[in-house]
């Protein structure tokens, strides 16, 4: 496999980002999961996601789109013919169904804004509430690099941001 095309940033802000906290924050199985197909399917694939069955565009919400996780790591890492450690644990019929928001910009960065598990919640208030999530940090961040008035005006910027693995 090729090296990753697509560089992943965690939000941030007021020194937390918590779409890590998230990630961290899950029960191994999940985490590992999570871990695998941000490294292993959005490093790749970007916002080409949203054309296959790991992601799409959310309506009502410019410029944000939901990464979808539904197996665990091992499956992830075998679906994408990549050698399986002994460490990734199966999900022994536990339900991974999680989701990350993103927003893709500069030169193929994804940002990382808001994330849940969508099996321990599955209602569609609680999906209503993160996608409103994301939509305000991608909101305070685009108003914090300038984003705003530079798209109004025509021009873009290049940003060196966080990466993280």
Not at 131 to 142: C, G, P, V, Y
Request: proline content about 5%.
């Amino acid at each position: 496999m090729s090296a990753p095309g697509w560089k992943l940033e965690f939000y941030e802000e007021d020194g937390r980002e918590p779409v890590l906290e998230f990630l961290r924050g899950l029960d191994e199985v999940k985490e590992q999961a999570l871990a695998a197909a941000l490294n292993n399917v959005l490093a790749y694939e970007g916002i080409g996601v949203c054309g296959s069955s790991w992601g799409k565009w959310v309506q009502g919400a410019p410029g944000v789109f939901e990464f979808r996780v539904r197996h665990d790591a091992a499956t992830i890492l075998r679906e994408r013919g990549l050698p399986v450690p002994k460490e990734p644990k199966e999900s022994g019929g536990k339900i991974v169904l999680l989701r990350v928001f993103c927003h893709a910009h500069g030169e193929k960065v994804v940002l990382l804004l808001a994330g849940y598990d969508k099996g321990k919640e599955p209602s569609s208030k609680r999906q209503s509430a993160e996608i409103k999530r994301a939509k305000q940090r991608l909101t305070r961040w685009k108003a914090r690099e300038g984003l705003d008035k530079l798209a109004r005006r025509g021009g873009a910027r290049k940003r060196r941001g966080k990466r993280r693995p």
